[in-house]
Nanobody
């Protein structure tokens, strides 16, 4: 089993920044793909950013140039630096880790006011 705990969400004004963290623990014996999804009320879940076991990254078009995903392999932690936030970034953000299947965190709310 793998447990994921997110932190760093909150309320910020448009144009501001937030940094999300997600710490993984449990049955982890290698570097695994991790990433972030988000879901806003009434909308489908959206893959925001991903980072592979080798460090390759991918981003949704809507966040390219504004968000940066990174990881600390020693800490089994993934980060999402979010800059130039927009009201449309408001959502619950969920991190995941792939260890034969997806494991999910409990989610952290990000609210961007205009």
């Amino acid at each position: 089993q793998v447990q994921l705990v997110e932190s760093g969400g909150g309320l910020v004004q448009a144009g501001g920044s937030l940094r999300l963290s997600c710490a993984a623990s449990g049955s982890i014996d290698r570097i695994n793909p991790m990433g972030w999804y988000r879901q806003a009320p009434g909308k489908q879940r959206e893959l925001v950013a991903s980072i592979g076991s080798g460090g390759s990254t991918g981003y949704a078009d809507s966040v390219k140039g504004r968000f940066t995903i990174s990881r600390d392999n020693d800490k089994n932690t993934v980060y999402l630096q979010m800059n130039s936030l927009k009201p449309e970034d408001t959502a619950a953000y969920y991190c995941y880790m792939i260890v034969f299947r997806h494991y999910w965190g409990q989610g952290t709310q990000v609210t961007v006011s205009s």
